[in-house]
């Protein structure tokens, strides 16, 4: 059996098996990668506060999020074409994810469609939506969800254009893909993805297939879908969403603290921070640069705060609760795991991700995840009351 010891270990293994054209795909960020790197750099820099002394025998990670009950406080992101780190990919997430005890999200550019997902996994699952020029796909899109169940819709804001991403270029993984020699090498080469594949239920944009004419002609659908993303749309957008979704709402894609007032007086449920994972805007601040001022300034709101955009550890989501967030998403940490080793990997990140928030926890004295004070790390403004006794009896010293 292989030795997964941190996501890490997954993305050498999905690096192995996977094609290079789709495994960059998913390791890409756009243009010069300055976003991409400045996620993690500044995730890295951020440093705990080791607390000792205190009692951390009971740890509580789960918690909820937007009402429904997690295990811990992440959700799997939506990502397009999910699908091609392994066949199947967007089911084997979802049900991962329901076993495990977090939500999936299945993107509008997933493989796998809603009414496929739905088929094939007990509990409801949330879906994404990219807005399209033509409002009846929209519309459409919203009416499957709502048929499938789909217990939340998340409207991503910030793909209204198309960041280039160098390496898909250069790999021929534009739209359409191209067969060239090195690419059909590529697959060749890894037969342990390539003949499952043969036998994938789906292998186009299965949500989009019977919303578009020539749909069979991949060139001819990817074209289309790439002329649909609609630049046009501002915050009153959200509004028409809301009216025509009528559930629970998290818009995504916020970096700026005036964006997310604005979307919490159109209604979001949830804001999530967010650059795309580095793969939309370069030059973009990191998600955790931003956080603290925009949980400032709609701290409080009856929305729910979340981030993502760089999470490879449990460490990380910490990192993030204490920045202000009250729950994450991870995207490529899992498409990783999918990649690597299918369902059980994605299992095998997540348990991952919870084995190293349950000691990060222990040694930061904390015993809840749901309750994370922001002096959990250094720099923090204020002291923490982690735990009465022990804030009083260092009241009583200083005194
Ligand atoms: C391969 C890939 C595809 C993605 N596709 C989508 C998408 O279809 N819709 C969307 O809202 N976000 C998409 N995202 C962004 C993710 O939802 C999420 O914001 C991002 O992955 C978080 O950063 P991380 O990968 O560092 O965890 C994608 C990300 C990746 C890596």
Same mark, same amino acid.
């Given at each position: 059996?292989?030795?997964?010891?941190?996501?890490?270990?997954?993305?050498?293994?999905?690096?192995?098996?996977?094609?290079?054209?789709?495994?960059?795909?998913?390791?890409?960020?756009?243009?010069?990668?300055?976003?991409?790197?400045?996620?993690?750099?500044?995730?890295? @820099?951020?440093?705990?506060?080791?607390?000792?002394?205190?009692?951390?025998?009971?740890?509580?990670?789960?918690?909820?999020?937007?009402?429904?009950?997690?295990?811990?406080?992440?959700?799997?992101?939506?990502?397009?074409?999910?699908?091609?780190?392994?066949?199947?990919?967007?089911?084997?997430?979802?049900?991962?994810?329901?076993?495990?005890?977090?939500?999936?999200?299945?993107?509008?550019?997933?493989?796998? =469609?809603?009414?496929?997902?739905? @088929?094939?996994?007990?509990?409801?699952?949330?879906?994404?939506?990219?807005?399209?020029?033509?409002?009846?796909?929209?519309?459409?899109?919203? /009416?499957?969800?709502?048929?499938?169940?789909?217990?939340?819709?998340?409207?991503?804001? /910030?793909?209204?254009?198309?960041?280039?991403?160098?390496?898909?270029?250069?790999?021929?993984?534009?739209?359409?893909?191209?067969?060239?020699?090195?690419? %059909?090498?590529?697959?060749?080469?890894?037969?342990?993805?390539?003949?499952?594949?043969?036998?994938? =239920?789906?292998?186009?944009?299965?949500?989009?297939?019977?919303?578009?004419?020539?749909?069979?002609?991949?060139?001819?659908?990817?074209?289309?879908?790439?002329?649909?993303?609609?630049?046009?749309? /501002?915050?009153?957008?959200?509004?028409?969403?809301?009216?025509?979704?009528?559930?629970?709402?998290?818009?995504?894609?916020?970096?700026?603290?005036?964006?997310?007032?604005?979307?919490?007086?159109?209604?979001?449920?949830?804001?999530?921070?967010?650059?795309?994972?580095?793969?939309?805007? /370069?030059?973009?601040?990191?998600?955790?640069?931003?956080?603290?001022?925009?949980?400032?300034? %709609?701290?409080?709101?009856?929305?729910?705060?979340?981030?993502?955009?760089?999470?490879?550890?449990?460490?990380?989501?910490?990192?993030?609760?204490?920045?202000?967030?009250?729950?994450?998403?991870?995207?490529?940490?899992?498409?990783?795991?999918?990649?690597?080793?299918?369902?059980?990997?994605?299992?095998?990140?997540?348990?991952?991700?919870?084995?190293?928030?349950?000691? @990060?926890?222990?040694?930061?004295?904390?015993?809840?995840?749901?309750?994370?004070?922001?002096?959990? %790390?250094?720099?923090?403004?204020?002291?923490? @009351?982690?735990?009465?006794?022990?804030?009083?009896?260092?009241?009583?010293?200083?005194?």
């Amino acid at each position: 059996m292989t030795i997964y010891t941190n996501i890490e270990d997954l993305r050498l293994a999905a690096a192995r098996k996977v094609p290079k054209p789709f495994f960059e795909y998913v390791e890409n960020g756009s243009y010069d990668e300055l976003t991409l790197r400045a996620n993690r750099r500044d995730l890295d @820099a951020i440093r705990f506060r080791q607390r000792v002394m205190l009692n951390v025998s009971e740890r509580r990670h789960g918690g909820t999020m937007l009402g429904e009950p997690v295990t811990i406080p992440l959700a799997l992101a939506p990502t397009g074409l999910c699908g091609s780190m392994c066949a199947d990919g967007e089911i084997k997430a979802a049900r991962a994810a329901q076993r495990f005890g977090v939500p999936f999200c299945l993107s509008t550019m997933s493989v796998a =469609s809603i009414e496929d997902v739905a @088929a094939k996994v007990e509990r409801p699952f949330w879906f994404q939506l990219y807005l399209m020029k033509d409002r009846s796909i929209s519309e459409s899109l919203i /009416d499957r969800a709502k048929a499938a169940r789909c217990s939340a819709l998340v409207l991503t804001m /910030d793909l209204h254009v198309e960041g280039q991403r160098n390496r898909d270029v250069k790999n021929g993984l534009g739209i359409p893909p191209k067969l060239t020699p090195a690419n %059909i090498w590529s697959i060749v080469s890894h037969p342990g993805w390539a003949l499952p594949m043969l036998r994938a =239920s789906e292998w186009t944009f299965g949500n989009l297939k019977s919303e578009v004419k020539n749909a069979g002609d991949l060139g001819e659908l990817a074209q289309w879908v790439k002329s649909q993303f609609d630049p046009s749309f /501002d915050w009153r957008t959200i509004d028409w969403v809301r009216e025509r979704w009528g559930g629970k709402l998290i818009v995504k894609g916020i970096l700026d603290a005036d964006d997310a007032k604005l979307a919490v007086k159109a209604g979001a449920d949830a804001v999530l921070v967010s650059n795309h994972g580095g793969r939309q805007l /370069d030059g973009a601040a990191s998600t955790a640069s931003q956080l603290p001022a925009i949980r400032d300034a %709609i701290g409080g709101a009856a929305a729910e705060l979340w981030a993502d955009s760089g999470i490879r550890s449990g460490q990380d989501v910490l990192k993030f609760l204490a920045l202000g967030a009250s729950a994450c998403m991870i995207g490529r940490a899992y498409l990783y795991g999918l990649g690597a080793a299918g369902e059980d990997g994605v299992t095998r990140a997540l348990e991952l991700i919870r084995d190293e928030m349950d000691v @990060a926890m222990a040694l930061t004295g904390l015993t809840d995840a749901a309750k994370v004070p922001p002096d959990l %790390i250094l720099g923090a403004p204020s002291r923490s @009351a982690q735990e009465p006794a022990a804030e009083a009896y260092i009241t009583h010293l200083d005194g």
